[in-house]
């Protein structure tokens, strides 16, 4: 299993970017992203479901939109209205059909300036 995530960047408090993470090697019933800031826990940002059914954190919900293409095994997520403290390490994850096994991408980072 392989996760390749891209996106990441700087950008302006109230901008947006968007991540792309291309998942290979199974089928995965569960794709999201996670985060981790400095000296925090990661912590999960939003996920979905292979059929479509979508998860948000609290601290995301009406900024972020987390989407996949099963066609391709890629799972994207749109942040608009970023803020300082969306600053963070994000991670891919996935979550294979089979096993259960949820495998991490290498992360990609996302800085906020004020």
């Known amino acids: 299993v392989q996760l390749q995530a891209s996106g990441g960047g700087l950008v302006q408090a109230g901008g947006s970017l968007r991540l792309s993470c291309a998942a290979s090697?199974?089928?995965?019933?569960?794709l999201g992203w996670y985060r981790q800031a400095p000296g925090k826990q990661r912590e999960l940002v939003a996920s979905t479901t292979i059929g479509g059914r979508t998860n948000y954190a609290d601290f995301v919900k009406a900024r972020f939109t987390i989407s996949r293409d099963n066609a391709k095994n890629t799972v994207y997520l749109q942040m608009n209205s970023l803020k300082p403290e969306d600053t963070a390490v994000y991670y891919c994850a996935a979550t294979t059909v089979y096993s259960g096994t949820q495998f991490w991408g290498l992360g990609t980072l996302v800085t906020v300036s004020s």
């Open positions: 090697g199974s089928i995965f019933s569960v």
